[in-house]
């Protein structure tokens, strides 16, 4: 049902004479107001379409006073259109300005589920339709959450147990110099960031893989790469339920590990001098491995001249068999 002329300059005489919307404006007459397709407001510009000449700050105090309204449905093109301001002053490199501004409440929120903005969405198969669509044509940010709350998270997904083969988040690429995800201390803006914990996996349940690397037959396949350039830097290390190092892989002294977190390491490979291939096994005590006290390792060594080779074997270090 379209507005008819008299209604419309009715409500137009309102508002230019300031008029309270409520009384003039009321859901009544809203009732009536059918947005037109691809309609389009602009800051305090005219509505396009079967509302012309109505100021937008005007009409958004009307519907505001007149309570939750619904825009009709149309399948054809977009409901409703704003424009990005665009100014030029520095201002606004530290001052957001949007066509769409949704204020903080007047106090804190206490109930899970009051929202600025709630989409709906239901699709019949994977990537047709999303509740929120962003096309970024720009080098910027195409979502960019600014934490300020104690407390806060910027982005925070949940799948419950009706999604019973849900994925919480995926990244595509498509070009080889695409990196899928970066995640990085700002110590630019405040050093302290360097001790920041970058990545946290926490799985309380009895979860049999807390990360997983997935490549399907692609031979020569490499699943983690630490670049750690700095001296005496330690991609891996892992800790006993007292937080002792048990075992931990640097780039000085290659593979260090502890008996029960002990402050001294018992078993050291120095892989620091290229085409190394010693082992040195220190100890108090017995050894066991596999189950079976001692360390045996029996070793073959090459005769020059012509002579045969032997072979010795070695228990905790010790000499117990073989002969040359």
């Not at 508002?15 to 859901?27: D, E, F, G, I, K």
């Not at 899928?180 to 799985?203: C, D, F, K, M």
Request: net charge neutral; charged share 5%.
């Amino acid at each position: 049902m379209k507005i008819s002329q008299a209604i419309f300059f009715s409500i137009l005489a309102v508002l230019v004479s300031c008029t309270p919307a409520s009384a003039q404006l009321n859901a009544n007459i809203l009732g009536q107001v059918q947005m037109p397709p691809n309609s389009v407001l602009g800051n305090n510009q005219p509505v396009t379409g079967g509302l012309n000449a109505i100021p937008f700050s005007a009409l958004s105090s009307a519907l505001i006073s007149a309570g939750p309204q619904t825009f009709p449905t149309n399948n054809t093109a977009n409901a409703l259109t704003l424009t990005t301001p665009n100014p030029t002053s520095v201002t606004y490199d530290t001052t957001p300005l949007a066509a769409l501004f949704i204020n903080q409440p007047a106090a804190p929120t206490t109930r899970a589920f009051l929202s600025g903005i709630w989409v709906q969405t239901n699709a019949a198969t994977t990537d047709k339709g999303r509740g929120i669509g962003i096309n970024n044509l720009g080098a910027s940010d195409g979502l960019y959450i600014q934490n300020d709350g104690v407390g806060s998270t910027g982005f925070a997904s949940l799948l419950t147990q009706l999604a019973t083969t849900g994925v919480g988040g995926v990244i595509g690429t498509t070009l080889a110099g695409h990196t899928g995800l970066i995640v990085r201390q700002e110590t630019t803006i405040n050093p302290s960031a360097a001790s920041a914990t970058l990545l946290q996996v926490q799985a309380d349940g009895s979860a049999t893989e807390m990360l997983r690397l997935s490549s399907t037959g692609i031979a020569g396949q490499v699943g983690l790469i630490a670049r750690l350039t700095g001296a005496n830097a330690t991609p891996i290390v892992i800790l006993n339920p007292s937080l002792v190092n048990t075992f931990q892989v640097n780039n000085n002294g290659g593979i260090i590990s502890g008996v029960n977190g002990g402050a001294s390491g018992i078993l050291l490979m120095n892989g620091s001098t290229s085409g190394s291939s010693s082992l040195s096994v220190n100890a108090t005590g017995s050894l066991t491995i596999d189950g079976a006290a001692g360390l045996s390792v029996t070793k073959t060594v090459r005769a020059a001249g012509g002579a045969a080779d032997c072979t010795l074997i070695f228990t905790k270090g010790l000499l117990t068999g073989g002969s040359c």
